[in-house]
């Protein structure tokens, strides 16, 4: 049976007994119904994981104590900072949790033109939340020790215009380059667009051409939002990565 891992956002210590936080404790407990002595793995994101051993559990609380410390990494040598356009209903929540398992080690959702989702700044913010848990669960579920950074939701033309030595790249179905012949980057690893349903319009095209973005060809099917991430996801590290 494979050892179950939970996220704890606090700071471990060995040999020290810790509460596990209430997603956490509410699916050891109650989902799992994992009983006292039982070996979990803890991790907070600093790379590290560590062994534990449950020591109190009941409906509502349950105590690790943790055993060790070790540098364990799974990490990708290759950084891609993904910008996804946000797409409606749970497409954006498979791409978040997908992506995170093909090693992505950033995520800035997107607002284009031809995003159908709009929301006032407070559901952004719990939509934020929602997103933050996906990505946790991700990484308890594939054995990733460090959190990819999610950014808050960003306008596309202020993404692009930012600062970066990363190569970037977009999709087109009219490239002729493929991500097979791409160079390997130089600098500090890839920044990848994805448009939403729709895709980009060819303004937006045009803008991201102008900020350093170039295009290249998937195949010659046209795909949803989400594949085309994980499928670019996937190409990229097959090609610099580590699939």
């Known amino acids: 049976m494979r050892i179950p891992r939970f996220f704890h956002s606090q700071i471990l210590i060995v040999d020290h007994e810790v509460q596990l936080e209430p997603d956490a404790a509410n699916h050891a407990g109650n989902v799992l119904r994992l009983k006292e ?13 560590y062994p534990a051993t449950l020591c109190k559990v009941d409906k ?19 950084s891609i900072h993904l910008g996804q356009g946000v797409s409606k209903g749970d497409r954006m929540d498979f791409v978040l949790q997908k992506s995170v398992e093909l090693g992505v080690t950033e995520i800035t959702p997107l607002l284009t033109e031809r995003c159908m989702v709009k929301l006032n700044p407070d559901r952004w913010q719990k939509k934020h939340e929602q997103w933050l848990k996906i990505i946790v669960g991700a990484c308890e579920q594939c054995g990733r020790n460090t959190l990819p950074v999610l950014h808050p939701v960003a306008n596309l033309a202020d993404w692009t215009r930012q600062s970066t030595n990363a190569l970037r790249l977009t999709l087109d179905p009219r490239a002729e380059k493929r991500i097979a012949e791409l160079d390997k980057p130089a600098g500090r690893g890839i920044r990848l667009l994805i448009g939403p349903e729709g895709g980009l319009s060819e303004q937006e095209l045009y803008q991201a051409g102008e900020h350093g973005f170039q295009s290249v060809l998937l195949g010659p099917r046209v795909l949803r939002t989400e594949t085309a991430a994980l499928t670019a996801i996937a190409s990229l590290q097959s090609r610099f990565g580590d699939l």
């Open 37 to 49: 002595e039982h070996p979990v793995v803890l991790f907070n994101g600093d790379g590290n994981e």
């Open 60 to 78: 509502r609380q349950v105590w690790a104590r943790v055993d060790a410390k070790l540098g364990i990494s799974c990490e990708s040598p290759l």
